[in-house]
């Protein structure tokens, strides 16, 4: 089955903020060495459908409302698409990342930026639970290896081998995490603090967790 990202320019990756978790960054720094704030940010929440939940308040001024940001990758092109639009952290790349075109549901995403082709391709893959497959990537999302190698999961049944993997993060493990950033986030948020001390606060709140 030819993989459904092939035949895009990996246009997720290049028009969205990529909103992640703090234990998407931490994971990132740790495998990377990058220092967090070469590729993370505190950038203002500038897309529509965006999680309440995940929002940091600070409280710098003395406005009468908080100044808000979300937690992100450097975006616009993402700062980890190489110029030939490979992903360069696959195995370790946010979780949203990874399941990108599909939503908490299992199902494409509604207003998913996909080429239409794509979108149908995707809406052939899934499996037993309804959780999606995520095809080997040869451009943009999370599944492709900086060199373009394919990516096979061993542990798949052999069905599905052949034509694509399953994230080794599935829906439910993204929920657990999404769940466990909001509590952090709320923490933050109740803390009332400034945002020089923020990103420290939710990589260490991320270490607790681990
Ligand atoms: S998920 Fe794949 S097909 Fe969809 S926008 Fe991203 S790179 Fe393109
Ligand atoms: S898949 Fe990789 S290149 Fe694309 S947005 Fe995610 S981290 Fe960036």
Known sequence: MVNPCSLCTARCCK?????VTSFDVLKIHENTRKPIEEFAELADPRILNIDNDTILEFY????KYPDCKVLAIKSGPCHFLTKDDKCSI???????CKRYPFGPDGKITEGAICPAISKVLFSFMKVENDLPIR???PKGCGFIRAEGQSCVNSALPPKVKTMSFRAELTHDKFN????????IVKKWNSRRGKLSECMEFL????????
């Open 90 to 96: 696959h195995e370790f790349a946010p979780l949203t």
């Open 15 to 19: 028009q969205y903020l990529i909103t």
């Open 60 to 63: 710098d001024s003395n406005a």
């Open 203 to 210: 990589i260490e709140e991320s270490k607790k967790e681990n």
């Open 176 to 183: 657990v995490q999404l769940k466990a950033y909001k509590e």
């Open 135 to 137: 095809p080997p990537q």
